[in-house]
């Protein structure tokens, strides 16, 4: 393989190839900053102090949900789509959901996590609508477990001309 993504235009030639997305750093300023966002004060994730003493890692982790939201940027990268344009000939993309989410291991304060994807299907819904199904592994640089796994549901629309 030459490139490491794939487009709209070639992505049904690339189903079942593994993709793997740039390390993102996960430092307690992003998880502070995420905890703000949901309102969730729990100290195992935003008093490094706490964490350090009641913890039983030794120190804050990420929000699951963090790691979860942080697929996007991962999926964004190795799966390249317009995002500049007219929505009516060039659509974008929605998310649809997840089919399946498991947190394996925890993301700990100062660590990099990267994700491994595949695209597994492509079903066209009907006119302007087509469903993109990803397979992602978050690895946790490293660690053997993966920080989580899940199916991924993206949703492209093309709006036809009004």
Same mark, same amino acid.
């Given at each position: 393989?030459?490139?490491?993504? %794939? =487009? ?8 079942? *190839?593994?993709f ?5 750093q ?41 790691? =979860? ?7 964004? *990268?190795?799966?390249?789509?317009? %995002? ?7 659509? +974008?993309?929605?998310? +649809?959901? @997840? ?18 994807? *595949? @695209? ?11 469903? +993109? =199904? ?5 690895e ?7 920080? @989580? ?14």
């Amino acid at each position: 393989m030459t490139e490491h993504f %794939m =487009t709209l235009e070639n992505c049904r030639q690339h189903i079942g *190839e593994r993709f793997v997305s740039s390390w993102l750093q996960v430092n307690q300023d992003r998880i502070t900053a995420f905890g703000e966002a949901i309102d969730d004060p729990d100290p195992h994730h935003m008093d490094p102090a706490f964490a350090a003493e009641h913890s039983p890692w030794g120190k804050t982790i990420a929000f699951g949900w963090l790691t =979860t939201s942080l697929t996007t940027p991962m999926v964004y *990268e190795v799966f390249r789509y317009r %995002m500049d344009g007219d929505p009516v000939t060039y659509g +974008y993309p929605a998310s +649809y959901g @997840l089919n399946r989410l498991r947190f394996i291991a925890p993301v700990l304060e100062g660590k990099r996590i990267r994700g491994l994807i *595949e @695209l597994s299907d492509v079903d066209d819904k009907g006119p302007g609508r087509t469903v +993109y =199904t990803f397979q992602i592994e978050v690895e946790i640089e490293g660690e053997s477990k993966p920080a @989580l796994v899940a199916e991924d549901l993206l949703m492209w629309l093309k709006d036809s001309p009004k």
